[in-house]
């Protein structure tokens, strides 16, 4: 089992920047890749950027590549998502997740096992 937690979300400005963490506990965090997804109202939960294990591999979305970058510190069990040059479009729930496979940067989220219970980012044009 691994536990999620994410912080850091809030209202912000187009153009602002924002760094979204999220905390595992339980299995050993640095052996799970590491996933965040985002989802609007009304809309279907969408990919936003991937992290393998080791750190050494990470993907991401076409609508988010250049401006937010995805991390981690294993020894803090924590992910993070750093986004820049914020759009009004990026206003969503985001989640983080974790896949058992540590090598995995997959968009599709029925490969990831667990999942925080999200956090609202909103931007206001």
């Known amino acids: 089992q691994v536990q999620l937690g994410e912080s850091g979300g809030g209202l912000v400005q187009a153009g602002d920047s924002l760094r979204l963490s999220c905390a595992a506990s339980g299995r050993a965090f640095s052996s799970v890749s590491m996933a965040w997804f985002r989802q609007a109202p009304g809309k279907e939960r969408e990919f936003v950027a991937a992290?393998?294990?080791?750190?050494?591999?990470?993907s991401s979305a076409d609508s988010v590549k250049g401006r937010f970058t995805i991390s981690r510190v294993n020894a803090k069990n924590t992910v993070y998502l750093q986004m820049s040059s914020l759009k009004a479009e990026d206003t969503a729930v985001y989640y983080c997740?974790?896949?058992?496979?540590?090598?995995?940067?997959?968009?599709?989220?029925?490969?990831?096992?667990?999942w925080g219970q999200g956090t609202q980012v909103t931007v206001s044009s």
């Open positions: 997740a974790a896949n058992m496979d540590p090598y995995s940067t997959t968009p599709h989220p029925t490969y990831y096992h667990f």
């Open positions: 992290i393998t294990a080791s750190g050494a591999a990470t």
